[in-house]
């Protein structure tokens, strides 16, 4: 016969479980009082747990407090006043609760508040299967852990512990302020939204939403993410103004085929042109990975015709299975377009295919266990977008290149050397071309003998490079191969002393690296050979202790030139760091150099220019980095470029840049992104975006491209931000030069509703496109996610 309990039990807990088990812990704990302690296992762990295994779930007991506690063992259990009811991550609190145990069936009145793993739910009612997590809850306030959003609701229905059906609710993210008539910034109103936290997604039905009580966007049917994970379905449209497409509406439908897999289809309407139909699709496996992406305009207005455009990239490691073991890579990126004026109508399309040369490239290589061998085959392929105002002469495509190196660096007497050959097809088909297609092939090898030890080096070198030409027509002198053949000498060697040294109160370890490279090369004459792939190397410290002063393998210069400079540093003794760097270097030339590019003329200058270099990282908010290439005959700079950069703080950054190259271009290009509350006293550095005085921040961004050569703008990116917590707006107005008389111009609007979605212009897309070191002002990256134990009760 059940046995009825009627007593008061102020606040202590009470655990409901079988009487057995209940007398076992009594005789366990009377055992335990008897003997030594023995010392209890205790495991490491990062983190408390956040969910719940269901084998465990199952397993955990029942307690229940309250003023008032009557009930029957195993059956049922009343508790009146401050009842509380707990079971693993879920806690019930009302004024009276009833609770059948066979059923595992709560029933709660009289301000009832219910936890589930941090999502908090609070009405006049509740019914629910503790366990499974099913049931409905009265007249309801809620709050999710995810995203922070809240609401109310006529009912909500838990379907289960991860899917419950919110019906005529509400929905925010704007946390209550405490003021007369306070009211959301926006609101979601729905006539059911369905919240899935499994898949960490809300689905709304008949929803509309309003922005400051004004109705903007009547929905049918949506769906909105939780979290930053990744789902199907429509995502927010994009529409924006531009003065050569007009007005564009996009509607992009993200589909997440797999987690390894995914696409968007991102069809546009624009109002002078007609549609175009874009789509883009990932993919990452363990052994390859790459992007396609796809655009096609049936019939594009502005220039009558259709219009096309796609983009490959495919990265992936191949097994060969021959049993020779090593690994193998292929490599492919594919850029084709439909017409020669793509890049000027589309000037905004993602990667190379704004550019005027398009490369097809493949590449598949072979490395062998060791490293020593290696071996690729490749084609390369080129589109060519012409202007008739400023015509290009494009590439010889390379079809096919056939290049095999062999490495040893553990050669007798401490030598270290590479042989290396390839041979390439060149062949064009562009009247621009004025050499014939050709085969060459090339036999490169070298050898050094390395000398080193923390304080100096020297390393003698020694190349020999023989190259062979095949052509397909006869050249001026009526010949159909040539060839050369030309050994390197060179010497490279250094110094590096170290001393303690203090400037401006601070302790540094200062090195000074004098260095000195000398190189020799005969003269061979080179002047009927074609050049296929040959070109000037930039004259910079990457490129000043080299042998050659060209790139390619068509042209190897004459040299009997000395290049001597120097380096100091500033370390950081306790960190390593390095804060500051400068470099100067000159090139002493012992004869002429003869060997130039088709239409060069001979170097004849004994002194080349002088390269000076500065970096400077003198503490974290400041950056300057500087290379100046100065003519001493002429006393004046031929090159220069120079870049800053402060950065104060978080959203706070100021980049600036100078470059000049005499006689061709002359640009300044200004960044910045700013909170314009600095302006007026309002720095909030402690309290984050959005969160200043006033409630909202106001933040410039922007970028300057400046010709001071052509007294003009070049491209122009201006915008204004404000960040309002739960809510932010954008507005950027964007200009960006296409051709030397023409511009393409647009003006950006976007509204984001935190934890919700975005609305307007992709106006943040062009932001962390063109502004330097941009900061996200809602960067969910950085934001860690929220745990059930920081709502624990």
Same mark, same amino acid.
């Given at each position: *016969? ?29 055992? /335990? ?13 990062? *983190?408390?747990? #956040? ?57 709660? $009145? ?30 309801? #306030? ?16 838990? !379907? ?87 007005? #564009? ?20 309407? *624009? ?7 874009? &789509? ?31 983009? !490959? ?15 193998? &890579? ?48 490749? =084609? ?50 562009? $009247? ?5 297609? &050709? ?33 397909? &027509? ?86 009997? !030139?000395?290049?001597?400079? =120097? ?34 003329? /001979? ?107 052509? $007294? ?21 107005? #964007? ?59």
């Amino acid at each position: *016969m059940a046995h009825a309990l009627n007593h008061r039990i102020p606040r202590t807990p009470f655990r409901l479980a079988p009487l057995a088990l209940a007398a076992a812990g009594l005789l366990q704990g009377a055992a /335990a009082w008897a003997q030594p302690a023995a010392p209890l296992p205790l495991e490491p762990s990062p *983190m408390l747990r #956040e969910d719940i295994p269901e084998q465990v779930r199952r397993q955990l007991p029942t307690f229940v407090f309250g003023d008032r506690v009557q009930g029957r063992p195993d059956l049922d259990t009343t508790v009146e006043g401050h009842a509380e009811l707990r079971r693993g991550d879920t806690v019930i609190k009302a004024d009276r609760l009833e609770y059948w145990q066979p059923d595992d069936l709560a029933k709660a $009145r009289g301000n009832v508040r219910i936890n589930r793993a941090g999502n908090v739910f609070e009405g006049p009612y509740l019914e629910l299967k503790v366990d499974a997590f099913e049931g409905f809850f009265s007249r309801p #306030e809620y709050r999710l852990l995810r995203n922070d959003a809240y609401g109310q609701a006529a009912r909500v229905d838990f !379907l289960d512990d991860q899917r419950s059906v919110i019906r005529d609710a509400t929905y925010t993210t704007c946390q209550r302020e405490d003021y007369p008539g306070w009211m959301p910034a926006w609101l979601l109103r729905a006539g059911n939204i369905r919240i899935d936290q499994e898949e960490e997604v809300g689905y709304a039905t008949d929803a509309l939403l309003t922005f400051h009580q004004v109705p903007i966007l009547p929905i049918p049917q949506l769906s909105f993410p939780l979290s930053d994970k990744r789902k199907s379905g429509f995502l927010p449209p994009l529409v924006g103004v531009d003065n050569i497409n007009g007005i #564009e509406y996009r509607q992009p439908y993200y589909w997440n085929i797999a987690p390894n897999r995914d696409a968007t289809f991102q069809p546009t309407l *624009m109002s002078k042109r007609g549609i175009d139909l874009g &789509a883009e699709f990932r993919y990452l496996e363990a052994r390859y990975s790459g992007e396609v992406q796809a655009n096609l305009m049936p019939s594009d207005q502005l220039r009558d015709r259709a219009r096309w455009g796609y983009k !490959l990239r495919h990265d992936s490691t191949v097994p060969i299975g021959l049993g020779l073991g090593g690994s193998t &890579a292929l490599y492919l990126s594919l850029n084709r377009v439909s017409d020669d004026d793509y890049w000027r109508d589309f000037s905004r399309a993602t990667g190379s295919l704004t550019q005027r040369l398009l490369a097809n490239d493949a590449l598949l290589q072979w490395t062998n266990d060791d490293g020593r061998l290696y071996l690729s085959a490749r =084609a390369l392929k080129w589109q060519t977008l012409q202007d008739v105002t400023a015509p290009i002469t494009p590439p010889y495509d390379q079809v096919p290149q056939l290049l095999a190196r062999y490495t040893r660096q553990d050669l007798p007497l401490g030598l270290e050397g590479w042989v290396e050959t390839n041979t390439t097809r060149f062949q064009s088909v562009s $009247r621009l071309t004025r050499q014939p297609n &050709a085969q060459r092939s090339y036999l490169l090898g070298l050898l050094e003998r390395p000398w080193q030890a923390p304080g100096w080096f020297v390393i003698p070198r020694v190349q020999l490079h023989s190259t062979q030409y095949s052509f397909d &027509a006869p050249l001026v002198d009526g010949s159909r191969s040539a060839d050369r053949t030309l050994p390197i000498f060179s010497l490279d060697s250094g110094l590096v002393f170290e001393r303690p040294a203090r400037y401006f109160g601070r302790r540094f370890l200062q090195t000074l690296e004098p260095r000195a490279f000398y190189v020799y090369t005969p003269f061979r004459d080179q002047s009927r050979l074609p050049n296929y792939d040959s070109g000037f190397n930039d004259f910079n410290f990457a490129t000043v202790y080299t042998e050659n002063s060209f790139g390619g393998h068509d042209r190897i210069a004459d040299n009997n !030139l000395l290049t001597v400079g =120097a380096t100091t540093r500033l370390i950081d003794p306790d960190t390593g760091a390095e804060n500051a760097k400068f470099s100067v270097a000159q090139r002493l030339r012992f004869k002429d150099q003869r060997v130039t590019l088709p239409g060069g003329t /001979a170097i004849s200058e004994r002194l080349s220019d002088i390269l000076f270099g500065a970096t400077l990282n003198w503490n974290p908010r400041w950056m300057l980095d500087t290379t100046v290439q100065y003519n001493p005959k002429t006393r004046r700079s031929e090159r220069v470029t120079l870049g800053g950069r402060y950065n104060p703080g978080n959203y706070r950054i100021v980049s600036a840049a100078y470059r000049l190259q005499r006689g061709q271009s002359e640009q300044i290009d200004v960044g910045w992104q700013w909170p314009l509350n600095d302006l007026w006293g309002d720095r909030g550095l402690d309290l984050g975006p959005g969160r200043g005085q006033g409630g909202g921040r106001w933040y410039s961004v922007g970028r300057l491209n400046f010709s001071l050569k052509d $007294r003009r703008v070049v491209d122009t990116v201006i915008g204004l931000e404000y960040d309002a917590c739960c809510w932010l707006g954008r507005v950027v107005l #964007e200009r960006l030069q296409s051709s030397t008389n023409s511009s393409s111009k647009r003006i950006m609007f976007q509204l984001e509703f935190v934890g919700f979605s975005r609305l307007g212009s992709n106006a943040l897309g062009t932001l962390r496109q063109n502004i330097p070191r941009y900061q996200l002002l809602r960067d969910r990256d950085a934001v860690v996610p929220p745990s059930r134990f920081t709502r624990y009760e």
